[in-house]
């Protein structure tokens, strides 16, 4: 069985660990979500759920087997869970707790790739 998993940060097409995608099928890159904030932790991102129309992020969508979907679970760590998301048909790994981002900065676009060219590669 395949699942369909929506990655926004380093597993994108890109992304410095996007090789843990490698056994993945990419359905569709540069997809629009609704209604979840990113942030900027350093060498990541995080997502939480959020209400409102300015709160949209960028990412890939992949089918993934089994055993990929428990090494990206594994690749996260304990600190992201993953829900279901509707409207796009696929998980998303979102903060656990929102304490992981108390002291971070919020991507307003909203795409990592973007923002990591934006802010530490042009300076």
Request: hydrophobic share 40%; no cysteine; charged share 25%.
């Amino acid at each position: 069985m395949l699942h369909r998993i929506f990655v926004y940060g380093t597993l994108r097409i890109g992304g410095k660990a996007n090789h843990q995608m490698k056994k993945a099928r990419l359905v569709k890159s540069g997809v629009a979500l609704l209604g979840f904030k990113m942030y900027d932790l350093g060498a990541y991102p995080v997502v939480v759920p959020a209400f409102g129309s300015e709160n949209v992020i960028t990412g890939d969508i992949y089918l993934v087997d089994k055993e990929t979907l428990w090494r990206l679970d594994d690749y996260e760590g304990p600190e992201y869970e993953r829900i279901q998301v509707q409207s796009i048909s696929a998980m998303i790994y979102v903060a656990k707790s929102a304490q992981v981002i108390q002291d971070a900065n919020p991507i307003v676009e909203g795409d990592w790739l973007k923002h990591l060219k934006i802010n530490y590669f042009t300076k």
